[in-house]
């Protein structure tokens, strides 16, 4: 057992159960490592490390339809710190955005009143991260701003819109699907809605009928499964409408583009999944399920490797990942070697049994590491899989024909060291190696390991079952049982378990199956046992079988309370406890009371036939039991007095005695003395009755008769000399005992269902149940607190009711969810940190902004004075303690792998700059390093090699490093341009095998000739048949290619051609005629100048020497600096792939970036890739002083001082600043300072 304490204080929080139809589509993982789960009107924030829900998020009136998390790709500081920000849309059109850890709104905004289609955040502002854009049905698209709720522009277009996409690697490109096809939109912006309507393409569905897909040439044998889907899709993307039969487009589930390659898309269909690549509009891939496979739900495609999550109708998680294209050895056909895209299932999670209630809704995947999945069932359960990577060979099998994955040999975008520690499935991309592409020599095996991949149940949170419930509170806190108190909530639900939930996590504490069938009613015996009646449905002659368990917690033991009893007879309506839990009442429809004693479980009255019917009863609060105790003390006394004295007692006395004795014997061996205790009730004609039982005798005491102005009475409740009776015309009755004064007061609000009264001395506060809703009256005053309505200020039906503390009550209700609330009775969302978790939870974005900057120095910065620690109280860090005490929290949630990772002196300043970025999540810091950390390494080999070359050793003598991996195709053109060109060439070739049509075969053509391919593009040309309107023209084209020869007068006279097609807006053609005579320097210059900056970097990365590129590539990353563009991230991410560290170092400090620039200018010189000399100096000190402050102003002095202390003059100077009146400076900083000139002498 844990051991827990105490929590007198509950928060207040809402248990959530099965989700609505609506919330299928409702689910985000955001960068910021949490999860955001729609139920009902509800959003559920779950951390999926340890599978807690921390936040419950309640404003919405409808069904929460979408939920989307704000982006982390932007400079975090003080200005723009690490926060939790969500937006929500729900069914009536309002979307809310909300800053989650107060659980408050930012802003909430409305336009239409139909459910939110779409929402997305836009990603690539380097200005603004506020902007949020919604589809609203049926046809409009509206861009917010997601901070203020104002409404930056609107469009609408021709048809509905489904959903939409952005392209990952181009801000100005997305893709809306349709209810008719896909609308391709070129021109988006921030600052204007589109101009033009899109570029619309119909898909004729895969599952057209044959007659409208191209007929398949009858010669040809009669394909397979797969080959059929192929054949199919040839013709798919089309550009005028397809004829009515064909268009069965709504069996298009989703349209996504690809994050790992540019151009490429997927549209996803029940049985199969195709790849798209968009600049032939032409399927290159297919996914397709064989004919008893299980249809796809859903599918993720991942940026890091060319992979995809397929999630299946039966539940079941499948990863799938591209097949390496490089030409296997035995295929000596080159033709044969690649045919498609090839997505092989290389892992797949364990099904869940789905049946009309339970079947899969969504699945998300961690966007960080891309290796984590969620998935959500419709009855709330959220199953959180982790892939694993398992290092060995698979059993051989040769028919699958599946080539091995390796994993790659580095970790943190560097090579491994010898003996450093690393963490094995930190990521997808650091558990599985680069799929190959042709013309890539395969790295030698013996230094790769093969790996197996397997999901893993790494966590599961359930949800409650379907309502409706029966819900009771266990016995109050009071200072006797304040040590072991456990604020326990049952909950019966309709088939027949009992939940008991712990309120002070939240968690479920214990589920028992107790009944068959619904149970009615709980009521607790003790802290830790309870009694439960559940009724089974009614035979013809109205009888049923009635079942009462008594359930010891601990133990789990549950037995028949009535023991034979229950078979036939007349149901049970209510069972009641006494007070001091001595006696029980059970109440029947049409049969008269019994009287249990719980203490022996016997059966002490059955009433008698002419008994009244009873429609409410109530135990009352007082009993003898104190007067019997002082008693019981009188006695015991006597007893001690008369074994001391003399014999000669009276004969009298000591006969007394005796029995005193006896029955002392006795009450040890029954444990208790049985006290006095009163029950009062009420039949159909409103007579109260009032009746007393001691021991095992039932006395009938006074009567008292009806009120006049009361209907039947429903209900009683009695605390101190307080009576309150509720009837069914919704009248309430206060009666003081004390002053005998009854005072009527009639609610209008229907049948009084239920009432109860608050625990607590003289707490006199009273709960209310209607079948409309609930209030609380307080009776000293007699007047209502609060009240809760349907369809006034809450949208769901209360089905059960109960105090969980003084001032708390909780809800049941029937959208399933099970509500603690403040006697206030308004569901709210509660303060994050105010929570109190049973598993403390790594979330950075929980602290205060400067507390998570601090806790990233912290971690960036080890060792601190040389050594290294996880311990925050160890460095020289002034602030309040709590807020020390918020941030080792932190630090103590990480895995003990990371902590240990962190700690690891081998682990580079680059790895852990990369290693920091994945734990916050902070995407624009990940791709910063990931880019980073490879050219500075590629950049430093080759100076290493040209150094020795220049100092003329042999290549031999050189230890040769490692081959660098090349950096993966999603950063596109910041790839090296040999890889680059390759990738382009197989793109091609794949392009050339799937063409069908003279369009493909025209734009195959002018591709093969940008990229220098000049015999494939002949071939191309000579294969327009005569009747095609341009057979001349490709004739003579090809004519052309084949007779270029490098003389001077045809040189000059194409390219003056060239010159006068762009002028005459054919850039196209004369980039073309350019790339020809080798003049594509001269080509991408035309294509910036009419402002096609992306086909202008394409081309120089796959034609231009490296000089010429680089000069290209400046020039974008000029044109990305201007204040019009604004995309400075993107092009310090170009500059650094041109090796342009210096210019990065100026722009990052220009940028006000100043940890980034002080620890990039401290990895340049730790790679001797700039180095400290007079020019660089200036910036060097700079970057480093303006980091000093930033450290000082987070309250790290050490940091501090040690950043200071290499920042020249003006450091010196911050460095007096920092240790004034501390008499001159700390030695551990100077001895820290040595230790790190020395460091870089030995680099």
Known sequence: MIPYTVNIKLAARTLTGTLNLQNKTAVDWGWQGLIAQGCHSSILIIDPKTAQTIQVLERHKANVVKVKWSRENYYHNLSSPYCLRLASGDA?????????????????????????????????????????????????????????????????????????????????????????????????????????????????????????????????????????????????????????EAVTLNDCLQLSYLPSKRNHMLLLYPREILILDLELSQTVGVVAIERSGVPFIQVIPCAQRDALYCLHENGCITLRVCRSTTAPEEAADPEQSVQELVYDLRSQCDAIRVTKTVRPYRMVICPVNENNAGLMVSDGRVMLWELKAH???????????????????????????????????????????????????????????????????????????????????????????????????????????????????????????????????????????????????????????????????????????RGERGNDEPPIEMIKVSHLKQYLVVVFRDKPLELWDIRTGTLLREMAKNFPTVTALEWSPSHNLKSLKKKQMAAREAMARQTVSDAEQSSVESSVISLLQDAESKSETSQAISAREHFVFTDTDGQVYHITVEG??????????????????????????????????????????????????????????????????????????????????????????????????????????????????????????????????????????????????????????????????????????????????????????????????????LSNDMKSVLQDPELSLLQRCLLVSRLFGDESDLHFWTVASHYLQSFAQARQLSVSAAEGQTQSEVT??????????????????????????????????????????????????????TDRAVQLLLETSADNPSYYCDSLKACLVT???????????????????????????????????????????YLQTYGEWNRAAWLAKVRLNPAESSDVLKRWAEHLCSPQVNQKSKAILVLLSLGCFYKVGEMLHGMRQFDRAALFIEACLKYGVMEANDSSNKLIEAAFLEYARLLRSMGLREGAALWASRAGSAGEQLMEELFQGEGGLPEAVLGKDEVELGQESTE
């Open 92 to 244: 009536s059109g309002k979307i809310i955005v909300w800053d989650v850890v107060s659980g408050t709104a930012h802003c909430e905004i409305q336009e239409h009143s139909k459910p939110i289609q779409d929402l997305e955040w836009l990603w690539n502002q380097d200005a603004s991260r506020d902007l949020l854009l919604a589809v609203h049905p049926p046809n409009y698209i509206v861009l917010w701003n997601g901070d203020t709720g104002t409404k930056l522009w609107k469009k609408s277009y021709a048809e509905n819109i489904l959903s939409f996409s952005f392209d990952p690697f181009d801000p100005s490109n997305m893709a809306l699907l349709t209810s008719e096809g896909i609308v391709f939109i070129t021109d988006f912006s921030h600052s204007k809605p589109p101009s033009s309507a899109g570029k619309k393409v119909y898909i004729a569905s895969p599952h057209a009928s044959p007659a409208h897909t191209k007929p398949a040439p009858a010669a040809a044998p009669a394909p397979t499964g797969a080959k059929k889907a192929l054949n199919k899709v040839k013709v798919l993307i089309t550009n005028e409408k397809p004829t009515a």
């Open 391 to 561: 290092t060995g060979k698979a059993a051989a099998n040769p028919s699958s024909g599946l080539s091995p994955l390796y994993s790659p040999v580095s970790f943190c975008g560097a090579p491994l060291g010898a003996n450093q520690k690393r963490i094995q499935d930190l990521s997808l991309n650091s558990m599985i190696g680069q799929t190959l592409i042709a013309g890539e020599a395969p790295p030698p095996s013996s230094s790769q390991q093969e790996v197996q991949l397997k999901f893993l149940l790494t966590g599961l949170l359930s949800g409650l079952p379907l309502p409706p419930f029966a819900i009771r509170m266990c016995p109050p806190l009071t200072t006797k049982n304040i040590n072991h108190y456990q604020p326990l909530l049952a909950v019966g639900t309709s088939n027949g378990s009992v939940l008991v939930y712990n309120l002070t996590s939240g968690l479920l504490h214990k589920e028992l199956s107790v009944h068959s069938c619904e149970v009615r009613g709980i009521e607790w015996v003790s802290l830790t046992s309870f009694l439960s009646f559940a009724t089974s449905a009614p035979n013809n002659m109205g009888l049923v079988r009635n079942e009462l368990q008594h359930v010891d917690l601990p133990t789990g033991r549950c037995f028949a309370f």
């Open 696 to 893: 095992n005798t039932v006395k009938d005491g006074a009567r008292i008769p009806p009120d006049g102005s009361m209907g039947s009475i429903a209900c009683i409740a009695w605390k101190g000399d307080t009576l309150v009776l509720g009837d069914v015309d919704g009248n309430l009755n206060f009666w003081d005992l004390k002053a005998r004064l009854s005072r009527g007061i009639p609610t209008h609000r229907g049948w009084v269902k239920k009432i109860r009264f608050a625990p607590g001395k003289g707490n006199q506060k009273l709960l209310v149940m209607y079948t409309d809703g609930a209030e609380v009256w307080d009776t000293k005053e007699v007047q209502m607190v609060s009240s809760m309505r349907i369809g006034r200020n809450v949208n769901y039906r209360i089905l059960d009711i109960d105090w969980c503390t003084s001032d708390k009550v909780v809800l049941a209700s029937d959208d399933g969810c099970i509500r603690v609330l403040e006697m206030a009775m308004k569901s709210a969302s509660y303060r994050m940190d105010e929570q109190d978790l049973t598993d403390p939870v790594w979330c950075p974005y929980l602290l205060l902004p400067r507390a998570a900057l601090t806790l990233k120095a912290f971690l960036l910065l080890q060792p601190w004075s040389g050594t290294f620690t996880m311990d925050i109280t160890q460095v020289d860090y002034n602030e309040k303690d709590e807020i020390k005490g918020l941030i080792q929290e932190q630090l103590n949630s």
């Open 960 to 1013: 040769q490093p490692s081959p660098q991996n090349h950096l993966d195709i999603c950063h596109d053109v910041l790839c090296e341009s040999s890889y680059f060109q390759k990738f382009q060439l197989d793109r091609v070739h794949l392009q050339e095998v799937k063409r069908s049509s003279y369009e493909h075969t025209k734009k195959c053509a002018d591709q093969l000739l940008l990229l220098g391919q």
């Open 1043 to 1085: 007779t270029i020869t490098s003389s001077g007068p045809s040189q000059s006279t194409i390219k003056l051609v060239a010159t006068n097609m762009i002028a005459n807006g054919k850039l196209a053609e004369g980039v073309q005629l350019l790339c020809l005579i080798d003049k594509a320097a001269d080509a991408c210059r």
